[in-house]
């Protein structure tokens, strides 16, 4: 069993800051890539930002240059920082881990619960 706990996420005005963090805990042999999703009401999930176990990232257009992400190899930890928030930006952020647990024994996606990000003046 492998778990997601997301935490940071809240309101805050535009052009403010916010850092969003999951550690990932449970039954896990490797993984190949953490990211993170978001969805705001009415549109699909999408990509945000993705980290990859060799390092490489990958971001969605609209939050290039403004969000980035990090990792904690050490404690299964991925961080988001986003700056120069957007009133765009509001959605449900959802932790992403592509990996393998000792259970499965396959690789699959897990979720992590999702975190409310408001940006709002």
């Known amino acids: 069993q492998v778990q997601l706990v997301e935490s940071g996420g809240g309101l805050v005005q535009p052009g403010g800051s916010l850092r969003l963090s999951c550690a990932a805990s449970?039954?896990?042999?490797?993984?190949?890539?953490m990211g993170w999703y978001r969805q705001a009401p009415g549109k699909q999930r999408e990509l945000v930002a993705a980290l990859s176990s060799v390092g490489s990232t990958n971001y969605a257009d609209s939050v290039k240059g403004r969000f980035s992400i990090s990792r904690d190899s050490a404690n299964n930890t991925v961080y988001l920082q986003m700056n120069s928030l957007k009133p765009e930006d509001t959605a449900v952020y959802y932790c992403n881990l592509d990996g393998i647990s000792s259970t499965t024994r396959s690789r699959r996606y897990y979720w992590g619960q999702g975190t409310q990000v408001t940006v709002s003046s």
């Open positions: 449970g039954t896990i042999l490797s993984i190949y890539v």
